[in-house]
């Protein structure tokens, strides 16, 4: 059984940090490329940023650009998600994803796989 489980979600200032940690098991992680998205409270999801299965690709949205950083760890099967300077719009349930296929341009339906998210609150 695949399982891809976010951890690292909470409550912050304004201004303070956070790092998301995306474990996966039941499949072969160095074949797949990584993605974490995130939905708000009445908006739709979004891709914040993806990784390619080699890391030779990242991807970040223009929105987070500067302030959150991906990275992966094949040998532990965790991509992480460093996320600094944050501010209330960043407030949501991220989501972390998996899928055979690298692109930049990732619908969340088309993910092989999906974690169960991780709530992030952002407020004084």
């Known amino acids: 059984e695949v399982q891809l489980v976010e951890s690292g979600g909470g409550l912050v200032q304004p201004g303070g940090s956070l790092r998301l940690s995306c474990v996966a098991s039941g499949l072969v992680f160095e074949d797949y490329a990584i993605g974490w998205f995130r939905q708000a409270p009445g908006k739709e999801r979004e891709e914040v940023s993806c990784?390619?299965?080699?890391?030779?690709?990242?991807y970040t949205a223009n929105s987070v650009k500067g302030r959150f950083t991906l990275s992966r760890d094949n040998a532990k099967n965790t991509v992480y998600l460093r996320m600094n300077s944050l501010k209330p719009e960043d407030t949501a349930v991220y989501y972390c994803a998996a899928r055979r296929t690298y692109s930049s341009s990732w619908p969340y339906e088309e993910s092989d796989y999906w974690g169960q998210g991780t709530q992030v609150t952002v407020s004084s």
């Open positions: 990784v390619s299965s080699s890391q030779g690709s990242i």
